[in-house]
């Protein structure tokens, strides 16, 4: 069976590397990394459910477990011990490339999220899950307003923002003020993020808005 899955996921163009015992293959899933683990229960040295929990303590590495054990018992404990799917044999190949490709599209769009929650523009680096703003590693004060209207302009990098947009983003659609604030906002932050004699990150477009050019 390994010998059968490592021809037929190099054919679909994977790297692939085979353990033969638990011990072993915990031994390589901790000292590199990998996008996908195949793991077999029965192992001898040590078991595979064994081999997931000690995993799961210091990585988190899909796992997909392929066993003959298929009850609904061994499922949960397969489930609840750290793995990501659970295949019981036999199984289809095409099956398993399939949830194998389920496991990297969700890996892509996960670090796609985590890689858009920071921004790097200039010397500035904006991080809106902390909501802190860098400008050459040391960190800008910014008010709660102040933040929110660079988060705005950050997240649609050129793209020209009107006024009304940005006071509906920022203040809400039934803020009672005049779109003038977002021009004394965004004065506050040249103030902060600018230094003299340097081009605005936040460029005004006469008539329009405002853009962050990327």
Known sequence: MSRYLELELQHASF???AAYD???GLQMALADHW???LLDLMLPKLDGLDLCRRLRSCKQT???MLTAKGSVPDRVKGLDCGADDYLPKPFAFEE???R???ILRRQEEQQSRN??????LQDLCIDMDARLVLKNNKPIGLTKREFDLLAAL???ANRVMDRETLLDLVWGFEAAVDTNVVDVYVRYIRNKIDHSKETSLIQTVRGIGYVVRA
Not at 115 to 120: K, W, Y
């Open 154 to 156: 950050v997240k649609n």
């Open 22 to 24: 638990g011990e072993t």
């Open 15 to 17: 790297s692939v590397t």
């Open 96 to 98: 398993l490339l399939a």
């Open 35 to 37: 996008d996908i683990i």
């Open 115 to 120: 890689e858009n929650q920071v921004f790097f």
């Open 62 to 64: 899909p796992v997909i």
């Open 100 to 102: 194998i490709r389920v």
